[in-house]
């Protein structure tokens, strides 16, 4: 069983381009997380997504930053005209539907975006 | 609102020694916990958490934490560390079954042999 897959591993971006974060989430998993984390700080929370559906966005930024999880594919996280502010590391991570929504969530390998 | 923290931005212990990473904790209800690690340029790995039940927590790779509710705290222990072990470790909160995780700043433990 494959884990959580997020590509590209580094994404280089000049200032005013797009970025495009993908995450698969593991095998059964509906449930997708998505946060930053910055030089010699922590994760920060972005937003919680299930299939279709954004749960929680309380942690994305209001403008730039969006957030999908279609039927069919993987997650995609999209920064439009990036800043050298959002250069940083992206996790994607997702847990399983059970109820209760007790478990641990499984972390992808991050993508470390970078903007000249 | 929930918030932890991990009051150590790093830790140094010998090889062979005993590990305590520190964590405490506040939220409104009642408290789910998770430690993880995180070894340079990966994703963040589950090492343990804590839900209802016993206050000592085993999970993996001969690691432990307690809980204790009176102190707020969730410190993850080793009786005895390896080098391999060096890596920056995070406490995270959850304060009920649906909402988002709140992780600490993070410590970065460094065992020396």
Redesign the interface.
């Known amino acids: 069983n494959a884990g959580?897959m997020?590509n590209p591993r580094h994404l280089v971006r000049r200032r005013g381009q797009e970025a495009r974060l993908r995450c698969s989430p593991m095998k059964g998993h509906s449930h997708v997380?998505w946060?930053r984390q910055l030089p010699e700080?922590?994760?920060?929370?972005m937003v919680?997504l299930q299939k279709e559906n954004i749960?929680?966005e309380?942690?994305m930024p209001k403008e730039r930053f969006s957030a999908e999880f279609p039927k069919e594919g993987p997650s995609i996280l999209r920064i439009q005209q990036v800043v050298r502010g959002d250069s940083a590391a992206y996790?994607c991570?997702s847990s399983p539907p059970t109820a209760?929504?007790?478990n641990?969530?499984?972390?992808?390998?991050?993508t470390?975006l970078t903007v000249l | 609102a929930q918030s932890v923290a991990q009051p150590e931005d790093q830790v140094n212990v010998a090889e062979g020694n005993p590990l305590t990473v520190k964590c405490t904790y506040s939220v409104s209800g009642n408290p789910y916990l998770f430690w993880y690690v995180q070894y340079p340029n990966r994703g963040l790995q589950f090492l343990l958490k804590y839900i209802t039940g016993d206050n000592l927590v085993k999970g993996s790779y001969g690691f432990e934490a307690e809980f204790n509710k009176s102190q707020t705290s969730f410190h993850l222990k080793k009786p005895s560390a390896l080098v391999s072990d060096s890596a920056l470790y995070f406490c995270a909160v959850r304060d009920s079954s649906w909402g988002k995780f709140q992780f600490g700043a993070g410590t970065q433990v460094v065992v020396t042999p």
Request: hydrophobic fraction near 35%; glycine fraction near 22%.
């Open positions: 959580v997020q997380y946060y700080e922590g994760l920060k929370f919680y749960i929680d309380s942690g996790f991570a209760g929504g007790i641990e969530q499984f972390f992808g390998p991050g470390r």
